[in-house]
């Protein structure tokens, strides 16, 4: 029987959480320009500007069909809360940066073979209720989770301006400011039971 959330209902208009860990739940960041790099890739294909290979071939742009609306990298996996405008777009789009990170890693690391333990997961989210603590659980993925560098909350509590790859509106149109947002997250400890459900639902 596959794994859970490895076979993934592709639907339109719709928010999903993507995640992957490393094979044998190795590093897959290594050092900062290793965070840098997969965070490129996302850039890459969503960003509204032009990106161009070496050799001055543009990218393929997803930013119609497919959303970024947080993330966490953390050193042996990744969280991406998607939304997924057109059908197939969120594959395209981890096919695209799996592939190219794998094939990075590779490389700078002179290894060869499978990056993650498997294919990438998608847990379709599928209620409010869900949406609602998604994002306060890929935020609070780091012990650090206020200062952490390689997430998405910086955007969202105005530390950084965000790049135009991250779209937050569809999040933080649920709150009536950040200060709100912010307390939200640090009210988890007496809202760990939604936590746990979300791990459940994971299993990562």
Known sequence: MPGRNIIKVDAVDSYYHVYARGLNKQEIFLDESDFAFFLYLLKRYLSHTNVTSNRGVAYVKLYDDVQVLSYCLMPNHFHLLIYQVNERAMTKLMRCVLTSYSQYFNRRYRRSGPLFGSCYRASRVGSEHYLLHITRYIHLNPLAWRTYNYSSLKYYLGDVVAPDWIDMTRIMKLYDSRAEY???????????????????????
């Open 182 to 204: 912010l307390t939200f997250l640090e009210d988890y400890l007496e809202k760990h039971d939604e936590i746990d459900v979300l791990k459940h639902q994971l299993a990562i």
